[in-house]
């Protein structure tokens, strides 16, 4: 009895060590039950869920892996089980087990969550608010289980009820970062943006990390203090917000302009005046700091005053050149950058449109079509395109400045060719994207820019035969 005492005693332990966010604790006191009793299929559970939280999936999978052998009933480890499979992309296995779940415990709130969220990455939306719905039924309404419907319908682009939903879930608790994100990503595709830009600094609360620490700027004057700018996210959101640098400049002539970005930019970037270029890992000293994503809401950026002429230029020197034999020359990027594994990768994949179907718009005849994108051709589109040397996005503009037209998914090349107010035909998926709104023909951000749409969550097919048709009786753009 006395072993049992203590064996019990570690177990809630472990649990408040875990409740508290004491991952490792957690682990170690888990560990101390699991000497005692190999068989404990709950221990094993709770430490692979505290591996999980740690990122330590390889692990997490072997605890639940053993827990199932012990206890293959289990709903709750079928549940917990199938969110690690989620999060390592495995996502047919993970809707699998949260259907067993179900089957038999029809009123697993928590499996019906995660059933929900396994449905939205699978882009059956519709499903997903289905199962997102039951867990409200049965659980009754949250802040989180708000954010998973709000989410959900922002992916359908029911922009209506996402908003209503999330707002609802404010109601309930109004400092919740990751409502207020989410919103503000509903309200920016609704073009609601001066609702929208307050919201979206909730980010640093869910989602980010910020880099830097000190005052934030507001736009107010800054006399002859130095403004530190800094990059945040993807390539294609610095290239984005660069359009407010000259205005900085301009507006605050005194001021010292930092900008801490990619070494891939600084060449493209040095035609800015007024602004030192430095390494993404500075830590030079300022008077105040700003990330560039939080510039449009620092400057007031709204629909009716974004500014969308051209402001980048291609570099002079020694960059690339194509040979010239009087055809049509349309850069193509068919892929977006890799953002990580399983689940984590899932939205880049989402974005990107498979090689074997790019090629269709590829095989379109009278055209030279060069990839604007680095790194080697796939099989499916040797010998259709042609590969430039590339090493930043200084050769990227000089090779952009040389096509008629650019045809590519949404990636950082996008927000280079409307910035260079270069023709382009961007494939986007059903979904959208924060800035390009819920069903805009040209991209707001950029009027060179001409967005072609998927009609369906990831069905490419339709809309890239129909532009390769579009292309194929086009002679200028």
Avoid at 239 to 254: C, N, S, T, V
């Amino acid at each position: 009895m006395a072993l049992k005492a203590v064996v019990k005693a570690d177990f809630d332990e472990g649990n408040r060590r875990a409740a508290a966010g004491d991952w490792q604790g957690a682990i170690a006191v888990f560990d101390r039950c699991l000497a005692q009793n190999p068989q404990d299929w709950q221990a094993l559970a709770n430490r692979a869920n505290a591996r999980q939280q740690l990122g330590d999936n390889a692990r997490a999978l072997d605890d639940y892996m053993a827990a199932s052998a012990l206890n293959p009933a289990s709903a709750n480890i079928k549940s917990n089980l199938a969110v690690l499979l989620k999060e390592l992309g495995e996502l047919q296995l993970a809707g699998q087990l949260l259907e067993e779940a179900l089957a038999a415990e029809p009123a697993h709130v928590d499996a019906w969550s995660n059933l929900g969220v396994v449905r939205q990455h699978q882009l059956r939306y519709h499903d997903a608010i289905a199962c997102f719905l039951k867990a409200i039924e049965l659980g009754g309404v949250t802040a989180a289980r708000c954010n998973n419907l709000g989410n959900v319908c922002t992916s359908a682009l029911l922009l209506d009820d996402a908003i209503s939903v999330l707002q609802g879930g404010l109601a309930l608790s109004p400092q919740d970062a990751n409502l207020q994100f989410s919103l503000s990503i509903a309200l920016l595709l609704a073009g609601r943006y001066a609702e929208a830009w307050p919201l979206y600094e909730a980010r640093w609360r869910s989602i980010l990390t910020p880099r830097h620490e000190g005052a934030l700027w507001d736009g107010a004057a800054l006399g002859a203090r130095t403004l530190l700018l800094w990059a945040e996210q993807g390539l294609g959101d610095s290239l984005q917000m660069a359009r407010f640098l000259q205005r900085i400049h301009a507006e605050h002539p005194d001021a010292r302009l930092l900008l801490a970005c990619p070494q891939t930019f600084h060449r493209l970037f040095a035609q800015f005046d007024g602004i030192e270029l430095l390494p993404p890992d500075a830590a030079p000293a300022y008077d105040c700091q700003l990330p560039l994503m939080s510039l449009p809401g620092a400057l007031g950026v709204t629909l009716d005053n974004l500014p969308t002429a051209a402001y980048l230029q291609p570099m002079s020197g020694a960059l690339p050149t194509l040979a010239g034999n009087g055809k049509l020359k349309v850069g193509v990027v068919w892929e977006s950058g890799r953002w990580g594994v399983g689940i984590a990768d899932a939205w880049r994949q989402h974005k990107s449109v498979p090689p074997a179907l790019f090629a269709e718009i590829c095989r379109v005849p009278g055209i030279d079509f060069v990839a604007l994108q680095p790194g080697e051709l796939p099989a499916e589109l040797q010998g259709l395109v042609t590969q430039a040397s590339i090493d930043d996005f200084a050769d990227t503009a000089a090779l952009l400045e040389q096509v008629d037209l650019v045809v590519c998914v949404d990636t950082a090349i996008l927000h280079l060719a409307g910035a260079m107010g270069k023709p382009t035909w961007a494939l986007l998926r059903a979904e959208s994207a924060p800035f390009f709104l819920a069903d805009a023909a040209v991209a707001p951000w950029y009027p060179s820019v001409r967005l072609w749409r998927q009609a369906a969550p990831g069905d490419w097919l339709p809309v890239v035969r129909e532009l390769a048709e579009a292309l194929s009786a086009q002679q200028t753009f």
